[in-house]
């Protein structure tokens, strides 16, 4: 049987538009009786990476949340908005990242202008518990945040972009955000190697089980993602039971092959879906509506990958040729120290409030270009590395 993946055109942050096209996805969906029961306490799990501004595209648009949740509402479910951002993860920090993303208007419309009072809140329970998760390939145990415990649901609410490291992030990594703050930096200097890394995001995915995945692709992000890209027109709303088939219908609209999305690929690998669109039934709009064909796709091809079979002695020349590392622009860096501090491997240091970064040990997670609030830490891809990508 084909998974069901909804794609509605909206095309702009118009809330009534947002309002219609959320309508539209659960009734291409089967209907919102079908995932949620009225009084369910559902929680909407955002994008919050980091304070960021809606139309700088790197989190889930405020008024897309807005009229998910006012819809969910009006059917008689309770709302609890969140996310575990990066960086710290307690009170003061949250209720800095909602504001600045404009979350906390959302909320407080609804509550007070809509009358919906505590049936939206904002999530705050920090703590964290551990969990058995027998079915994980790599993950067996995790430690998550405790705002699962206060919800009957879990609806993903993702942004489209492209990643440094993972090429695209979608609804599959989105549910990222369940690991509380630092504890996913330990994550990356854990498993630096990309495939381990990926399937990690697949164990976290499968252990989070949101009933439903939503996907802000109104306005995503190109190039230098997940906070550093450009902002680009898509003009799709996409919602399916399965984060997994989602992530491969938002790929091809940016004409990514899934299969070269990591997340994807491992995915396949476990039967979560095949990879290609040969089990999903497409509602509402055709993927060729969407298409853009010229979307900025890093490329993520690590050294790792070429290096399996080269002799040892060779692999340091290799190493210097091919591997990405990262840049840091002085003359845009504020010396906010956000780097150094989120840094998993711990090779950064600040001289004279500027970064200095150790490459020999550095891993290639890019929390540094990730996490930057000033854009001024780029992702430099040797000539060769970019000519092997290509093949």
Same mark, same amino acid.
């Given at each position: ?26 009734? %291409? ?17 955002? @994008? ?35 996310? $575990?951002?990066? &960086? ?15 979350? =906390? ?19 705050? @329970? =920090? ?15 995790? /430690? #998550? /945040? ?17 990643? &440094?490291? /993972? ?14 703050? +630092? ?18 995001? #697949? ?11 939503? +996907? ?40 990514? @092959? ?19 669109? /040969? ?30 079979? =080269? ?8 190493? $210097?040729?091919? %591997? ?53 830490? =780029? ?13």
């Amino acid at each position: 049987m084909k998974t069901t993946v909804s794609l509605v055109e909206c095309r702009e942050y118009e809330y009534g538009q947002l309002k219609q096209s959320i309508a539209e996805s659960f009734q %291409q969906l089967g209907g919102i009786g079908r995932y949620i029961a009225a009084e369910d306490k559902v929680l909407l799990k955002m @994008n919050l990476l980091m304070k960021k501004r809606p139309e700088e595209a790197t989190t889930t648009h405020p008024l897309f949340v807005k009229a998910l949740a006012e819809t969910l509402l009006e059917y008689g479910a309770d709302v609890i908005i969140g996310d $575990s951002p990066g &960086g710290p993860f307690n009170e003061k920090m949250l209720k800095g990242i909602y504001k600045y993303c404009g979350i =906390t208007n959302v909320v407080e419309e609804l509550a007070e202008a809509q009358g919906y009072g505590t049936r939206i809140q904002l999530n705050y @329970n =920090t703590n964290h518990m551990n969990v058995d998760n027998p079915d994980g390939l790599l993950l067996k145990h995790l /430690t #998550v /945040t405790e705002m699962l415990l206060d919800v009957d649901k879990v609806i993903s609410v993702s942004k489209l972009k492209t990643h &440094g490291m /993972t090429m695209f992030t979608g609804a599959v990594k989105n549910m990222f955000g369940i690991i509380p703050g +630092m504890l996913k930096a330990e994550y990356h200097f854990k498993m630096p190697e990309l495939d381990d890394f990926c399937n990690a995001l #697949v164990d976290i995915c499968a252990y989070g089980n949101p009933v439903l995945s939503f +996907m802000d692709g109104i306005v995503g992000m190109e190039g230098a993602g997940p906070s550093a890209g450009n902002p680009r027109n898509i003009g799709a709303v996409i919602a399916s039971t399965s984060p997994y088939h989602l992530d491969v219908v938002a790929s091809s609209l940016i004409n990514l @092959n899934p299969l070269d999305v990591p997340t994807i690929k491992l995915s396949s690998l476990r039967g979560l879906c095949t990879g290609t669109l /040969t089990d999903i039934d497409v509602q509402g709009k055709s993927i060729e509506h969407f298409l853009i064909k010229d979307f900025d796709i890093p490329p993520i091809r690590q050294v790792t990958l070429f290096m399996k079979n =080269t002799p040892k002695f060779l692999q340091p020349i290799l190493n $210097s040729m091919l %591997q990405p590392k990262p840049i840091f622009d002085h003359s845009m860096c504020v010396g906010c120290n956000v780097c150094a501090e989120h840094c998993p491997a711990d090779v950064i240091s600040m001289v004279d409030k500027r970064p200095i970064v150790d490459l020999n040990p550095c891993i290639r997670c890019f929390c540094c270009q990730e996490l930057c609030p000033k854009k001024a830490v =780029t992702i430099h891809r040797p000539w060769l590395m970019r000519k092997i990508a290509k093949w």
